[in-house]
């Protein structure tokens, strides 16, 4: 039988089509993918005998870089002396070295679920630490799904302690409302008369600040707010104008400033503006744009300037002069020297907070006795009055209660020149 | 005539890449399917823009604007109880909307802008997601606000027998395959013309009854669709999206990818896409392999190689390649053989 040249072409393509379809079918997919549930004592991916890997996505590079690179750094420092000294030894009674695996997300959601996705195929067994309420709620629902630990996020949002919406999530640092609360409850105390000016970024960061702050001044007589206003934060961290703000702020004879902004660059213009119309109110700065090093001593903001700077804490700040001198304070300075790219004393207290929680996630690792997920949370979510190096007198970490963070308590700070020093009230 | 330029090469090149992506997420692991879909979903925003930029040679930094804007449209729909109610049928209304909600925005962008030119045209689409994060932020009924909202509506029904990240893999590239197909037939047919007569002089196009008003308005609303149906698809491998979708700096990061895929070029379009989506990948390997960030590095490093080497994009490599071995060939027949007589028959 003779074909025509079209004729065997099409054969011939039709061939090896089928060929090459068989070929690929026949590797079939290997492992086992998310949604297959694991007996118990199967181990879950990401732990051996001897190692477990912790994943962190998280800003490295853009606005947030600064307080980003910190939320891994502390991490990266504990566990790598950790390591060094042999390692954690776990509940069920093998040794194994902490790898921490580090993923940018530059503060963009959609990375942030895409490095979620990349830690499940280079086989990380949980992730946390990192910054951002956007970012960690870009991955939040895809980690319930895959039954897969997202523990000790740095952001104030409650959802991730919330445990029915979050069955895998835990949050580390104190919530919007419980930094916002304490800073509303400072102003009451000394009983003069207060007019407090609000400015806070439309999102839930801003929103919770200002509803913890009137919770915390509710009933008070001595505590007025005068004006509230708002700005919108622009995407990826990069620095907002909020120079018309100020100025209308200003003019409301506001002698407080409640400042509920989460972005550094935003803060320092802000503050350089201030000085410059010469509208210096006390200063109630969030957790997160509180630093000394990263704000407060940059070059063209004049501290000194304001009367009073408060804020809230649950962690000794690096840059304090007695920070050695704390438990664990030099080890702080050595590892992180050692085992990460900070130049000198971390400028954000982010770097701390990473480190508290790298000794939380070392007492879950003690207490779990199966190499699993499941094992992992369930000790996590039982630690109580323990309190990690670092941590301030009257905050402890608690992770027992429905709805709180690890972290339990703030106290609230003034800024000396230098750092900060616990004050109860205002002057 | 070469092997390559044969329609059986062709066609032969055709069923391959279709078998091999319809076997491919069977045997990948999830993390290759779940990066193919967002290439197909990028590769549909950069087609968007090339339409607009590549082929009628307006500058658009607002594409990004309608991505999310489309994606916002589907997750309106998908949320809303009636939505919900609908089944597989809200999804399908989600989908039309993310394509006509933007194709309209689009138009009336288009209707107002197209009357400029140049420079001024590309500053009037910078405004796009320059007011679109701000309101997405502000109307949170409808946008969830600023930490953004989730939508998970792309789980791989039971019918399927695939796992979810096989599922958005064939939605995605199956619905981009179509929109590339449909590009591809629009840019080669009358329009695509009247983009290219519109891109290369304006007063030609008019003088040759071909309305450079109405042909911009068209390549507008049909990249602003086409952006919103990259919307749709970013909906399907995210299930979440937030204001940050909309960011000036993502649409300005498609421009980028344009150009170093290749404008005015379908296969750039794809080169795009993937570009757009692995750049942050590679920098995170290099970087927790060096612990040095290089994104920006990289990102500057090959605009400019495309810049200066290849102007036409990643597209033209083939091209330059072809015309720089004939060169070396010609270079040889000419130093050999001076006088040697043309073949009429070779170009």
Request: with cysteine.
């Amino acid at each position: 039988m003779r074909m025509t040249s079209t004729g065997r072409r099409s054969m011939a393509i039709a061939a090896s089509v089928g060929v090459l379809a068989l070929a690929l079918a026949g590797c079939s997919r290997g492992g086992s993918t998310g949604g297959e549930t694991s007996t118990s004592s199967a181990p879950s991916p990401g732990i051996t005998d001897t190692t477990l890997t912790f994943g962190i996505t998280t800003p490295l590079t853009g606005g947030t870089a600064g307080p980003g690179n910190c939320t891994a750094d502390g991490a990266i420092a504990y566990f790598g002396a950790v390591n060094d000294a042999g390692g954690v030894k776990f509940g069920d009674g093998k040794t194994r070295k902490i790898e921490i695996k580090t993923y940018d997300d530059q503060y963009v959601a959609a990375n942030a679920l895409t490095n979620f996705q990349q830690m499940q195929a280079d086989g990380v067994f949980a992730a946390g630490l990192g910054l951002g309420t956007p970012t960690n709620q870009a991955w939040r629902e895809a980690a319930i799904d895959a039954q897969f630990p997202q523990v000790l996020v740095m952001t104030g949002d409650p959802t991730f302690s919330d445990q029915t919406k979050s069955p895998w999530q835990l949050g580390l640092v104190p919530t919007y409302q419980m930094e916002g609360e304490a800073l509303g409850k400072l102003l009451t105390t000394d009983g003069k008369p207060h007019k407090v000016a609000i400015l806070s970024q439309n999102d839930d960061y801003g929103k919770g600040y200002v509803e913890g702050f009137k919770d915390g001044i509710a009933g008070s007589s001595n505590v007025t707010v005068v004006q509230e206003l708002t700005y919108e934060v622009p995407a990826g961290g990069a620095a907002a104008d909020v120079s018309s703000q100020i100025t209308q702020l200003a003019a409301s004879g506001a002698d407080v400033l409640l400042n509920a902004v989460s972005i550094t660059p935003t803060v320092i213009n802000e503050l350089k503006q201030m000085v410059s119309i010469g509208w210096t109110p006390n200063l109630l700065l969030p957790s997160n744009t509180n630093s000394p090093g990263g704000i407060l001593l940059q070059d063209g903001v004049n501290a000194a300037a304001f009367p009073g700077i408060y804020t809230t804490a649950f962690s000794a700040a690096a840059a304090s002069p007695t920070f050695a001198t704390l438990d664990g304070g030099q080890d702080f300075l050595d590892d992180i020297a050692k085992y990460t790219k900070q130049q000198g004393v971390p400028a954000f207290p982010h770097c701390v907070w990473s480190w508290i929680g790298a000794q939380i996630l070392e007492q879950a690792f003690e207490k779990m006795t199966e190499p699993t997920r499941e094992s992992f949370m369930t000790a996590l979510r039982s630690i109580s009055g323990f309190t990690p190096t670092l941590m301030l007198e009257g905050t402890s970490i608690d992770t027992t209660t429905d709805g709180h963070p690890a972290v339990n308590a703030v106290v609230t700070q003034k800024f000396n020149g230098k750092g900060y020093a616990d004050a109860d009230s205002l002057g | 005539m070469s092997w390559y330029r044969s329609a059986w090469f062709r066609w032969i090149v055709a069923v391959v890449v279709i078998v091999v992506l319809a076997v491919l997420p069977l045997v990948a692991d999830p993390f290759a399917n779940q990066i193919i879909a967002k290439i197909a979903t990028f590769a549909v925003a950069v087609l968007g823009l090339n339409v607009v930029m590549g082929y009628a040679g307006q500058v658009s930094l607002g594409q990004i604007f309608f991505v999310g804007l489309g994606a916002y449209a589907a997750a309106a729909v998908i949320l809303s109880d009636w939505g919900k109610a609908l089944g597989f049928g809200g999804i399908v209304i989600a989908f039309v909307l993310a394509v006509a909600v933007p194709g309209v925005a689009g138009l009336l962008v288009g209707l107002a802008a197209a009357r400029l030119r140049g420079l001024a045209i590309a500053m009037v689409t910078i405004a796009l997601p320059l007011v679109g994060v701000p309101l997405a932020k502000r109307f949170s009924d409808l946008t969830g606000g600023a930490q953004g909202e989730s939508v998970r509506f792309s789980k791989a029904p039971a019918w399927s027998g695939l796992y979810d990240d096989q599922w958005q893999y064939y939605v995605c590239v199956v619905i981009a395959a179509v929109v590339f197909a449909l590009v591809f037939f629009l840019v080669r047919g009358k329009y695509g013309r009247a983009f290219a007569i519109v891109k290369s002089n304006e007063h030609v196009a008019g003088a040759m009854g071909v309305s450079p008003y109405r042909t911009k308005v068209l390549a507008m609303t049909v990249a602003a669709m086409v952006g919103g149906v990259a919307g749709f698809l970013f909906l399907v491998v995210n299930q979440y999206t937030s204001p940050d979708t909309m960011g000036f700096g993502h649409s300005i990061e498609l421009v980028i990818s344009t150009i170093v895929g290749g404008a005015g070029s379908i296969v750039g379009s794809i080169i795009g896409g993937v570009y757009y989506v692995l750049l942050p990948l590679l920098a995170n390997q290099i970087s927790q392999a060096t612990g040095y960030n290089t994104q920006n590095v990289i990102e500057g490093v090959v605009i400019l190689l495309a810049l200066f080497l290849l102007p036409g994009g990643l597209a033209s490599l083939p091209r330059v390649i072809r015309r720089l071995a004939r060169r070396r060939r010609g270079h040889r027949v000419a130093g050999g053989t001076a006088a040697a007589p043309t073949n009429p028959n070779t170009k």
